[in-house]
């Protein structure tokens, strides 16, 4: 903020060379004159005082023999004389204000919200052709009001309708009707909605039909949670009628998942042994060999290295090495492996939270081995277990919540 202040008021930097400096500044302070960001350099002393200030100095100056020496103008003063000699930014700057002023005073987006039947297309062209409501309209051309009746009297199945400006963009929101069939609903309603999965429920709304377990229930998979199928009890509590409701709610377990993946590694690299070596001397056509191959016949991988070497005619002395190997796989392979382990897993867990399923506990840990490496463990979630079917489950005796002893879980 004082920078702020100091230039709105304007001020400059100057340089102090000679004299009795430490006189003239006593003379400042003396008159109140305000001096800051002062600094002393070889003899030559640094400072910023304001304009008006600048002029009451002369006295002092010859005085103390100061000489004194403009080196910077700051403020608002000399920006405003900077611009006086500016008249193509003068008219730049009012071209740009008349500019935004007239493009601001038109419309150049329209926005519809709400509407599912009616395509943005069909409004826009209705607009435009029937209301004369388009891009580049004068903003004072639209009537709200009266753009608001026209749409409720040309579309019957607007039940509601917005008509309002924000900057450059119309903005038209509304909303449909909805067209209810009770008997197609019943119908698209499964009869009963069974567990999809082992758990135990830790929430449960139900909409429609007759709740089969309570909070805190542990349910089996394909065990029935919500029957669609309303019996009615007659005065001797037996099944007097029966009426399909149709099943409807959202049931929440805590669950258990396992995980398990195992990513195998390719064989990268060599691990040599010692090898074995036979030495063959030919002489014109006898020759004779010591040494042999140990790994002949055997399942045992090996390379086979020969060399021949013809120092003198006729003479010709043969090398063969033998070298057996195992295929490993080098770490760096590994630890590719292991960071692709490790981001599945982290997309799993992504794909769990954009489900909106609540992970409890992440037992998942990824092990590393020479060949492989396997993530293995388990995840604890709370997720909706409910799946609808028109079939019932086997295990539907079960006619009410709390009715028996049995269902309650006491033995008593």
């Known amino acids: 903020m004082e920078w702020i ?10 340089r102090l060379k000679g004299g009795d400096m430490e006189r003239f500044f006593n003379l ?9 960001d002062m600094s002393l350099n070889e003899g030559v002393c640094r400072c910023c005082m304001y304009l008006d200030d600048f002029w009451k100095i ?11 020496r403009i080196e910077k103008r700051r403020g608002l003063a000399f920006f405003m004389a900077f611009l006086r000699h500016r008249k193509g930014l003068w008219i730049g700057m009012a071209g740009c204000i008349g500019m935004l002023c007239f493009l601001s005073a038109h419309i150049w987006k329209l926005e519809f919200y709400g509407n599912s039947y009616y395509t943005d297309e069909r409004l826009t062209k209705y607009l435009e052709t029937a209301e004369g409501v388009g891009f580049g309209i004068w903003k004072s051309k639209v009537d709200g009001p009266l753009l608001e009746e026209n749409l409720r009297l040309t579309f019957p199945d607007i039940s509601w309708v917005s008509v309002r400006m924000e900057g450059t963009s119309l903005l038209v929101s509304l909303e449909e009707m909805v067209k209810y069939d009770a008997s197609e609903q019943e119908q698209t309603l499964p009869r009963y909605i069974c567990a999809s999965q082992d758990g ?23 065990e029935l949670l919500i029957d669609g199928v309303m019996e009615i009890l007659d005065d001797s509590l037996t ?14 377990a805590k669950v258990t998942e396992n995980y398990s993946k195992t990513y195998p590694a390719g064989l990268e690299s060599r691990n040599y042994g010692r090898a074995s070596w036979k030495f063959t001397f030919s002489i014109g056509s006898r020759s004779v060999s010591f040494g042999k191959n140990p790994y002949e016949g055997s399942e045992t991988v090996y ?16 090398t063969d090495a033998f070298r057996p190997y195992t295929n490993v796989s080098s770490w760096e392979m590994i630890s590719e492996i292991k960071e692709e382990a490790e981001t599945d897993l982290s997309d799993i867990i992504h794909e769990f939270e954009e489900k909106g399923v609540q992970i409890l506990e992440n037992n998942v840990k990824i092990l590393v081995y020479e060949d492989r490496v396997e993530a293995v463990g388990n995840f ?21 919540i709390g009715e028996t002893d049995e269902y309650n879980g006491n033995d008593d």
């Open 200 to 222: 135990e429920i830790v929430s449960m709304v139900t909409r429609s039909g007759v709740p089969k377990v309570t909070i805190g229930n542990t349910i089996r998979k394909g």
């Open 303 to 318: 390379d086979h290295i020969t060399r021949v070497y013809d120092r003198w005619p006729g003479i010709h002395i043969q």
């Open 58 to 68: 002369r006295p002092f100056v010859r005085k103390t023999r100061v000489r004194v």
């Open 5 to 14: 202040f100091r230039w709105l008021r304007s001020y400059l930097t100057c």
């Open 239 to 252: 099944v007097a009628e029966s009426i399909p409701v149709g099943a409807d709610g959202d049931i929440w």
């Open 28 to 36: 400042c302070r003396y008159q109140g004159i305000e001096c800051w």
């Open 380 to 400: 604890v979630l709370i997720k909706p277990v409910g799946e609808g079917t028109d079939i019932p489950p086997e295990d539907t005796q079960i006619h009410g």
